[in-house]
């Protein structure tokens, strides 16, 4: 396990920085991506969207406090950047928000990176159901195991309504899961 306070020093030391920075992409890469993904539903996405990541991060390293955990600092910005870039698209597209979620879930089975069966689709179309801080708050719990805590400081909300969150897209998500 790393010391974080070291290894933000290095990250922020001009002389370790290159070398902090290739050991920050192959501790947190593979991680942001499957968290962006979840967000974006769409692999050429999630890549954009993880690059713009890791290019604020290199960008900003020196501005880092280190007043929150640094993977909860990283996972702002990635949650950040994948709802900017949803709302881009739609926009590019002329379409609302939830008009282009429709179109990335029934977009899912064509996707050649998406390695889920059946039953992956339907909870993906179920989650899609729900409103965007609802998909958050279930795909940060559900899929990552991300302690509420944590999530408080990269969602910036109270773990109370983090909870309530969880528990009210749990059960749309079961009901849309048992509703056939």
Same mark, same amino acid.
């Given at each position: 396990? %790393? ?32 968290? %962006? ?23 900003? %390293?020196?501005?880092? $406090? ?18 900017? %870039?949803?709302?881009?698209?739609? $926009?590019?597209? !002329? ?38 801080? !609802? ?11 991300? $302690? ?33």
């Amino acid at each position: 396990m %790393i010391n974080e306070s070291e290894f933000i020093k290095r990250l922020q030391d001009p002389k370790s920085k290159e070398a902090a920075f290739r050991e920050l992409l192959q501790l947190y890469k593979e991680r942001l991506y499957w968290h %962006i993904r979840k967000i974006v539903l769409n692999h050429n996405d999630a890549d954009d969207v993880l690059q713009n990541t890791f290019i604020k991060v290199h960008r900003s %390293i020196d501005k880092f $406090k280190g007043e929150s955990k640094l993977f909860s600092w990283l996972y702002r910005i990635a949650t950040n950047e994948s709802i900017t %870039i949803l709302n881009k698209n739609a $926009k590019r597209l !002329q379409i609302t928000n939830e008009e282009y979620q429709d179109r990335a879930i029934n977009n899912l089975t064509a996707d050649v990176y998406f390695e889920g069966d059946e039953i992956a689709l339907k909870l993906q179309k179920a989650i899609a159901t729900l409103p965007k801080k !609802q998909q958050l708050v279930f795909n940060m719990r559900y899929f990552e195991d991300i $302690k509420y805590k944590d999530m408080a400081v990269i969602l910036d909300l109270s773990e109370g309504a983090l909870k309530s969150s969880y528990h009210i897209a749990a059960k749309k998500i079961e009901a849309y899961l048992t509703s056939d």
